[in-house]
């Protein structure tokens, strides 16, 4: 199951996964999306709110009803919270904690008997954002760190048992999320093209490029497989280098 399933990562993760021939089943609120990734890839659709107790329920209850079981979760919902403390308003902050939170929270709780029961794998779409602080991103910053604290947390508590979970934090990735982020950046500075925009903001990463999502769902299906078995509460880091660039020294590059 694939929570943001519709587009970007999620959309990307839900390809690799049935070209691993897993039975997917992919949750969003918007159906038009969750459709066009539904006839391409021949998953299942659950139009929902991970967030929802009752909704991720029934998506959990419909994946093991119609397959006999769930074996993975990866927890990819996420937005808002790009803003700094004074910008950000009680709503602001509702809708990113609801977003980057409480849609992993809600669901991963609600599959954990399943998970234990088939001892399976969560993967966590964090981000780079968990480990250091953007500009302007309170929100977001603060909910992608907690991201991390819940992946070690479910991974201390049902080990045990068999339950792997592990984060992955991308850098810069050319969804549409990010997409919408690069034409502001273009307006804003005259820039010529949405490609420069990319190229600006990746001019500092050693790789000197932004991801492409099926290069973050291959991270997910790593993760996911026997071949990661020993790992568990993990941070793997997929961002082209970003977070190993020493700042104070970015003058002598």
């Not at 949750?27 to 539904?38: C, I, K, T």
Request: aromatic share 4%.
């Amino acid at each position: 199951m694939i929570s943001g399933g519709g587009t970007g990562i999620g959309a990307a993760t839900a390809r690799r996964f049935v070209q691993e021939a897993a039975k997917v089943v992919i949750m969003g609120r918007r159906a038009e999306q969750l459709e066009r990734v539904a006839e391409a890839t021949g998953s299942t659709i659950f139009i929902g709110d991970a967030a929802d107790p009752v909704q991720s329920k029934s998506a959990v209850a419909k994946a093991v009803e119609q397959f006999g079981g769930l074996d993975i979760v990866v927890a990819n919902a996420g937005g808002h919270g790009f803003a700094t403390i004074v910008e950000t308003t009680d709503q602001d902050w509702e809708d990113c904690r609801h977003a980057n939170l409480d849609t992993a929270i809600v669901l991963l709780r609600e599959a954990m008997p399943e998970l234990i029961r088939r001892k399976g794998v969560i993967a966590v779409t964090a981000s780079i954002a968990s480990l250091a602080a953007p500009a302007t991103a309170f929100g977001y910053t603060i909910t992608k760190h907690a991201q991390i604290g819940l992946v070690r947390s479910i991974a201390r508590d049902f080990g045990p048992q068999g339950v792997r979970c592990n984060a992955v934090c991308p850098g810069w990735v050319t969804t549409e999320m990010a997409d919408a982020e690069m034409d502001e950046l273009q307006a804003k500075l005259g820039l010529a093209s949405r490609e420069e925009a990319y190229k600006m903001v990746t001019r500092d990463v050693p790789l000197r490029r932004p991801a492409d999502p099926d290069e973050i769902a291959a991270v997910m299906a790593f993760l996911c497989s026997s071949d990661a078995s020993m790992i568990t509460g993990a941070t793997l880091t997929a961002d082209g280098g970003s977070t190993i660039v020493d700042v104070p020294t970015l003058a002598f590059g």
